[in-house]
């Protein structure tokens, strides 16, 4: 989410910030559904296999 860019060159917060601006609401939470569904893959994807490893490293893996 890179807010600095401006016009179209902009990030997912340009995006967020513009659609407020706006008042265009649809796109507004769709750039927000956008950021909700990539913090979720990514804790399910990274973060998860990362912090698993590390817990079977230093023995304290429970499930």
Known sequence: MVFGAVGALGGLGWQI????????TAALYSALLV????????????L???????????????A
């Open 48 to 62: 998860t296999r990362w912090e698993n490893s590390v817990r079977r490293k230093w023995g304290e893996f429970e």
């Open 17 to 24: 910030f513009e659609s407020r601006v706006m008042m265009d």
């Open 35 to 46: 950021v909700m569904l990539t913090g979720m893959a990514m804790e399910e994807l990274i």
